[in-house]
């Protein structure tokens, strides 16, 4: 049965004494429209519980990384997919009309553009020749240099350290399922939102929408309180680039170290509270299996600076709340990926040749980035590039977080995430030394 079908059925079966076959028998040979109708005569879907149980699914093609990180932002029950850079042969920036870039600003747009699309190549063809040296190096079990594993791992090794370089306005694809009133409530926020692409893709939505459950479309609208937010979230913006700008040199040099803080309760539980987490946690067979009540109850947030590559990333991991603070706070080139060179010389020149590939240019985006945030200008993301760094929190459950440990720093993990997630792991042993050794903390193993 369709999505509306499937709620309207639920709904008069929890309204009603008669089972579902009953519910069922009654409408079955109705047109859909009246079936539905004649369900709804004393229900509508402005009851939330209604419009839960309509599942929907869209998928969202050609929209930049900017919007699609927005949108797994503000859906924390949905459940999808979206396309990811170690697959994209050919990368597309969307042009700059359809992102509603001002006109004045366009020919410099464009150029910023070609050139990070540019550095972005350069650095593939910079980074696979090291790929091999790094494998020679530290060579994978039963993985032959001529086989179809070690040319992916190749691939994926250059790609992973070569996509900072990539424009966050680049396109992307993005399949979500999630319910009628998600939807609903995504739609509201994209119209409320002042970008020129999140509006023209709320219009699509809201279309979209009509199409499959129109009864749910009519509480697609636009919020005012959402448009205050929006505003409000800029005037921040402004006093953050304020504050940036006093570490103006820090604009101009690549970021290696990744400021990473854990908040936990742990230290105001009880010693046998603590124990009973240190139990339910050692008692897993795998990542996915049930922790217990202490490690579910129990609410940590960590929080940090992280590129927007890890952010995208970050941000499908759907329970909690999750917030970006979208003012640029510097960038990232990987200089650290050179440490497996040996010899001294040979790492001056290769590091060299790589700040020539990254450095000017992130510079430069970064620039941009933070004027459009100073003057307000709701296209200011679309200046980023995928290592710009930005402030990202995420409040969440500990067994959640216990999860993203084990998942991150597992093999196909990015070398970054391996980094970040061994980092919380580290401070939450700290906190609660008797977990050491009871986390599943993963080698990263490349994929």
Known sequence: MSPEMLAAVLARYSRSEEGIDNILRKVTG????????????????????????????????????????????????ATGQERST???????????????????????????????????????????????????????????????????????????????????????NVGIVQSGQEWARLIRELLSHPAHEFLDLGEQLKAALTLVAPRCARHAKASEASSRVYQAESLELEGFARVVRTFSTALLHPTEEQSIFLTTQLDQLTPNQQLEIVREISSRANRYDRSGPHTENQSTTWRGCFTFAEIRDFARHRVGRRNITRCPGGFYAPIDQLDFVQVSSKRREQEAELLEIYQSVMARSVEKELQAVETHEPTAPYWGCLGTLYGWQHTTFLDNLVYMIALRTGAGGHYRYVEVFREIARQLQAELPKLTGHLMIGSGEPE
């Open 86 to 172: 170690r697959y994209v042969r050919n990368h597309v920036v969307i042009p700059a009309d359809q992102l509603g870039i001002p006109y004045q600003s366009r020919t410099e747009w464009n150029l910023l553009m070609d050139e990070l699309m540019g550095r972005y190549r350069d650095a593939v063809s910079f980074w696979t020749p090291l790929a091999d040296q790094h494998f020679a190096q530290h060579p994978i079990q039963d993985c032959k240099v001529d086989s179809p594993k070690y040319k992916r791992l190749v691939r994926n090794y250059a790609l992973d350290r070569a996509r900072y370089l990539l424009p966050q306005a680049c396109s992307t």
């Open 30 to 77: 109705l047109p859909e429209d009246k079936a539905i109708d004649q369900i709804f005569q004393y229900t509508d879907y402005g009851h939330s519980s209604i419009l839960q149980m309509c599942p929907i699914a869209l998928c969202m093609e050609g929209i930049s990384m900017v919007l699609a990180q927005f949108i797994w932002q503000t859906c924390p029950l």
